[in-house]
């Protein structure tokens, strides 16, 4: 994927700056009749795919990577709620005083 973008930001920056390149006769000539056509559809190519790609590789695996965390953090807290539940129970029969009537015994 990041080859692919790479290669064709990389094409794609001749047409985008109207620089005209003839492989036959070895030549490169700035400017020309179709470089004023094709600048705007090289600059909106470029940008997208570098988007594109950044969004591919670094926003979709840090948010799945996020969700996969999260739905593990939910799927334990009934079970830390069970337990500190328990915790707290106390057996039958045992009195719980508060401050005051501790002092004034």
Sequence with gaps: ??????????G??????GIN???????ISPGGQS??????M????IFGLTVATVLTLVVVPVTYHSLDSLSGVLTTLPDRWRRRGARSEL??????????VREAQ
């Design 1 to 10: 994927m990041l080859l692919t973008a790479v290669t064709t930001v990389l």
């Design 12 to 17: 794609l920056i001749p047409l985008t700056l």
């Design 91 to 100: 057996p039958e029969g045992t009195e719980i005083q508060t401050r005051e």
């Design 21 to 27: 390149i003839d492989l036959f006769k070895g030549t």
């Design 35 to 40: 470089s004023q056509w094709w600048e705007p």
């Design 42 to 45: 090289g600059v909106a190519v």
